[in-house]
Nanobody, 125 residues
Framework: VQLQASGGGLVQPGGSLRLSCAGSGFTLDYYPIGWFRQVPGKGREGVACISRGGGSTYYTDSVKGRFTISIDYANSTVYLQMNNLEPEDTAVYYC???????????????????WGQGTQVTVSS
């Protein structure tokens, strides 16, 4: 299982970015995928996840209504569309997965087996 995150960058407050998490070596249908973020000196925070099969999603409160997680099965890619970005969204973003667990509030607290490398998102004027 390999995950590769991309799409980060510098954006002004109120702007948008779309992160991509490309998966390989596994069948995306069978794995929930989560997005996490981390600021230096702070713990990793779960942002959003999507269930195996894509039937349900879960978001942490601070991003509800602004971020959307989705799956493109044809390209084996999970996206995180981030709108109305705030300086507090600045962090390194990671995608992760583990077939043992289901997407939901507890997904963010498990030790997941598979992680992509991070992509930096900076929201600043």
């Amino acid at each position: 299982v390999q995950l590769q995150a991309s799409g980060g960058g510098l954006v002004q407050p109120g702007g948008s970015l779309r992160l991509s998490c490309a998966g390989s070596g596994f069948t995306l249908d069978y794995y929930p995928i989560g997005w996490f973020r981390q600021v230096p000196g702070k713990g990793r925070e779960g942002v959003a996840c999507i269930s195996r099969g894509g039937g349900s999603t879960y978001y942490t409160d601070s991003v509800k209504g602004r971020f959307t997680i989705s799956i493109d099965y044809a390209n084996s890619t999970v996206y995180l569309q981030m709108n109305n970005l705030e300086p507090e969204d600045t962090a390194v973003y990671y995608c992760a997965s583990d077939e043992r667990y289901s997407c939901g509030q507890y997904f963010f607290h498990y030790r997941l087996d598979y992680w992509g490398q991070g992509t930096q998102v900076t929201v600043s004027s």
